[in-house]
């Protein structure tokens, strides 16, 4: 059986019926170049994703701001355009919500 196949299928596997496993088996074998294709995918999309978080309130004190945390400065929320900018937000910042009252 194919490696993408995750642990707790094939512990599932193992308490079936003997007469189920060769068709679980080829089911398996057959879905398994997809499963491992839409892992690759979610991993790649997870890994450029990782920046992308609130990081919380800006401060001059963080030196370690990258390219797309998001941070809350005066009143509004900013995406960080660059990595590693020790900016105020504005320059190397895009305004992602600007302040305003709440209605």
């Not at 995750?6 to 496993?21: C, G, K, N, Q, S």
């Not at 088996?25 to 890994?47: G, T």
């Not at 990258?66 to 190397?92: I, V, Y």
């Amino acid at each position: 059986m194919t490696s993408v196949i995750p642990d707790h299928i094939r512990a599932a596997r193992e308490r079936l019926d003997p007469t189920m496993v060769g068709l679980t088996d080829a089911l398996l074998e057959a879905i398994a170049p997809y499963l491992k294709e839409h892992a690759e995918r979610i991993a790649a999309l997870e890994a450029s994703q990782a920046a992308f978080k609130y990081v919380g309130t800006w401060s001059a004190e963080r030196k370690d701001y990258a390219k797309g945390n998001f941070c809350s400065h005066s009143g509004a929320l900013w995406h960080c355009e660059r990595n590693g900018t020790t900016a105020r937000p504005g320059d190397g910042w895009r305004l992602a919500v600007k302040s305003g009252q709440a209605r």
